[in-house]
Each structure stands twice: as structure tokens, then as C-alpha cells.
């Protein structure tokens, strides 16, 4: 029997630790830009990424101590996108995760530069992974490179940007977020696959899952925006309509957004039985991100 519970406790507290034993406060004449990449990065969010690359080791048997660095590598590039998102030339938001965005509490500079230190430390933190073998390091780099880079979150960034105060129907809208959105939680799935040395079938059945627990994530984050509280949420209410960015709500409308993200609920399950093995905790922690209230 799995306490999805119990596992949600235990892994992001693993995950809080090793965030903060990759980057501890530092005595050196540039510390504020620690000081500044841990405001951001510790102590806050859901950890969803890293906790879809625990699971999926954790899935298929693996000791998740081994993956914990690569999951955290992850968080990292997922918090400098969050830090440079909420910049003044991008999305311009004054709150993150429940308190001023980076570049209010510092300065634009220190946000450009913080965001940037996460991306680069990422790829530092895999290539100096002890757990981890050669060939494993060089997958995770290039999974990594490619599906935050110009074919995965930054192209999807380009997109958004591109699509602003623009009509676009459905279909770019899924395109724009299977680039932004979906890209870095397949990367997450999959890196818990190549950790565990999951066979090409399985890997593709990650990405399968992943593609659609990405849409359905970005589906319920639109149906948020829309309707939770600025406290619950951490940033301010339809910040999507303010930025005149079309979303599922705008073109669908609330209940058939919702309807949508739980069908991509369901066919994202179906692709895990690809895996032969017992996926219930991914299954479980798939419920919990598309019913989840925050
Ligand atoms: C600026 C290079 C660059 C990329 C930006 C991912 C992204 C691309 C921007 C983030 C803004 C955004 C709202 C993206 C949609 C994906 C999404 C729902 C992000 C928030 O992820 P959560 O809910 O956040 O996992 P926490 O704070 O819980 O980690």
C-alpha cells in the first residue's frame, strides 16, 4: 500500500536538504549572490519536478539518495525560469511564491544574474554527480539542455511572448505549453528513468505520461489563476488576463478546462501501463498535481 502522503513528506524534505547542501550561504565577496539564489530557491514551492524524478526511481526500486542531486538539478533550472519570468521585461510579477519576486526583494540585476547562476550550477551539479555513471551524466545533460532550451521551455517562452494580446486557438495554445510547461516535467520523469536504467519502451512511456501530465498541470494552473485567492497562490488573481495572455479558461471556459485536464489525466495513466511495473505512486502523485487546490 502506498501513502502518497508519507511519500510527499519524506522526498521534499530530502529535497529542502539537498537544495540547501548544494548551496549553502557563502563568506566570499559575491555572497549576495547566494544569498539571492536561496531567497528564490529554498524553502519554497511544491518540488513537483524533482518529486516526479524521485517517484519515478522510487517506481521502479531504485534508492532515491542516488537521484537527488540530478531532481534537485531540475528544481534549479525550474526556479531561474520562475526568477526570470516575473522580471519587468517578461511576465513582470511582484510576488513568487508568496513573497516579493526576486527582483523586488533585490535588484533586476541580481535576478538576471541569480537565475543565470541556477542555470549554469544545474548542469555543474549533474557532471560532479558521484552516484552517478558516466553515460547516465551525459543523458541527463542533454535531456536536460534540450528540453529547456530552444525546442522545450525557452522556445515555448518565445511563443507565449510571441502570442501576446494575440487570438490563437487551441491548438497553438497546447503547442505553446508543451514547449514552456510540458518539456521540463517529461525531462523529470525521464530523468528518473535513466537513473534507474529504464529500457527505451519505458523511457517512451514517460515521455507519453509526461506530455500529458504537463498539458493537464498547465490546464489546472490556468483554472488557478482564475479562481484561487492571491494568498493561496502566491501571486496576484488572473494575472493571465491582466497580461492579455490567452489561456484554457479564456478559450474553453472554467468547466470545460477542468473536464480537459482530467481526461489528459486519464489517457497520461493509460501510457504508464507501458511500464510493467507497479505505478500507483505515479499515479497518485499524478491526482494530486490536477486535483490540487494551490
Ligand atoms: C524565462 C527562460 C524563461 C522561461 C520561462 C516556465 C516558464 C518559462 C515560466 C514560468 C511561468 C509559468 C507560469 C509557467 C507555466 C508553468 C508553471 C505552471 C510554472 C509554475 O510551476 P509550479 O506551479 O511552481 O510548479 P512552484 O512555485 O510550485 O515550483
Redesign the pocket.
Known sequence: MIDINLFIKKTTQQIEDTLNALIPEQDVPHRQLFEAARYSLIG??????PLLTLATTETFGIDNRIALNAACAI?MI?????I??DLPC??DDDF??GKPSLHKAYSEGHAVLAGDYLLTFAFEVIAQDPHLEADQKVALVGLLAKNSGAHG??G??VM?IEAEGKQIDVRILQQI?RH??GA?ITASLKFGGIIAGANQGQLEALQLFGEDLGLA??II?DVLDVTASEKKH?KAIASDEINNKMTYVTLLGLEPARRAAFELLHSGKEHLRKLNCNSLLLENLADRLVKREI
Do not use: A, V
Not at 44 to 49: P, V
Open positions: 519554497g514551492g511544491k518540488r513537483l519536478r528544481e525550474h526556479t531561474y525560469s520562475l526570470h519570468d517578461m511576465d513568487r511564491r521551455m525557452i515555448g517562452q507565449d505549453h514552456k510547461t521540463m498541470f498547465q494552473d502566491g
